[in-house]
């Protein structure tokens, strides 16, 4: 039986993935874009660009070649960054096995088009792949994963069978999954929970208090959850893991790049200064973009999420952004 397993993207997130697995010795190979990132891994056995001081299962196979890494993988684990998720599955297409199964482990919204990755991978795989994908998301640091601390997330696949044989997958005594069937909801939670960080970090960075960050975690929540509604995901799913829990984290976190980048924008660093000094991706930065743009589009109402774009491509000071939150009209709290 073929259980060789292909994880796209070695950034932290895709790093842990594929160590995850290789520790329950499976046979894994990771994909690497960065050439001499690739060498370095093979040689020294760890990602010192986005997973420093964490040591790789000697069976992982890392490779620079995509096309290699793909062919004749039972699963393909895309984990990406969410804006050139489409062109890297285009260039992996070929190599797909019909029969293979699919799993996304990116969020965010793609610009230019505002899909979510459900609709990017609906556009681009052939129709036997299409329901043979899988959304992995929910409250998971890289490195708290990748140090086996206790951990839950979600997957959530259109096809039972397929979401089933991902949970058992990745499931160890210490990284539970469960299985979900709300695909647009799990994926506009994991990606707008980046935004809302992006403004709780704001506040932090401002000197704002518990108070302030509580209520853009509830708030932001409705925003989410409203969003979702309006594409037809299930309310019940932003009170869960990809929603609720996977918001909380990201808000809270020292860990959370995007919680990070809006500290330092209320602490008045200019965000292309911010941004040069990262290794790696704030998806929050991007999705900001998407995310208004699609409230815009969809007629949603999202008041922090339109004042965090303000901030990031309008250079709104921050802190008038807070009051303009603050100040606006008065009404009954509704979700």
């Not at 990017?120 to 795989?125: A, G, I, S």
């Not at 829990?245 to 500290?263: A, E, F, K, P």
């Not at 965000?271 to 589009?297: C, D, F, H, P, R």
Request: aromatic content about 6%.
């Amino acid at each position: 039986m073929n259980t060789r397993i292909a994880v796209v993207g070695a950034g932290s997130w895709g790093t842990t993935l594929a160590n995850l697995l290789a520790q329950k010795d499976l046979a894994v190979t990771l994909w690497c874009f960065e050439k001499d990132l690739a060498q370095r891994m093979r040689t020294s056995r760890i990602n010192d660009l986005y997973l420093p001081g964490i040591p790789l299962a000697t069976n992982l196979q890392i490779t620079d070649d995509l096309v290699a890494a793909v062919a004749d993988a039972a699963f393909v684990v895309y984990v990406t960054p969410s804006q050139v998720t489409r062109q890297v599955l285009r260039q992996s297409l070929p190599a797909l096995l019909s029969d293979a199964v699919i799993v996304s482990a990116s969020k965010g919204i793609e610009n230019d088009s505002l899909q979510l990755l459900s609709q990017v991978f609906d556009n681009e795989l052939p129709p036997g792949l299409k329901r043979r994908v899988v959304f992995l998301s929910g409250p998971s640091f890289a490195r708290e994963v990748s140090q086996h601390m206790p951990t839950a997330v979600v997957a959530a696949g259109y096809e039972p069978a397929m979401a089933e044989a991902v949970q058992l997958l990745f499931s160890t005594p210490v990284f539970r999954v469960y299985t979900h069937d709300d695909i647009v909801g799990v994926e506009l939670g994991g990606a707008m929970k980046n935004v809302i960080a992006l403004a709780a970090g704001v506040a932090d960075g401002l000197g704002f208090g518990y108070n302030t960050r509580a209520a853009l975690i509830t708030r932001g929540l409705a925003e989410m959850t409203r969003m979702g509604v309006k594409l037809g995901a299930d309310r019940e799913t932003f009170a869960g893991l990809a929603g609720m829990g996977d918001l909380v984290l990201t808000c809270t976190g020292d860990l959370s790049r995007n919680r990070s980048v809006g500290m330092e924008l209320g602490k008045g660093r200019p965000l292309e200064e911010i941004l040069a000094g990262m290794n790696m991706v704030a998806e929050g930065v991007k999705t900001t973009l998407s995310a208004y743009q699609l409230a815009q589009k969809l007629g949603v109402d999202v008041p922090i999420i339109e004042q965090t774009y303000h901030i990031l491509y309008q250079n709104k000071d921050p802190r008038q952004a807070v009051t303009d939150l603050m100040m606006r009209d008065l009404k009954a709290e509704k979700l």
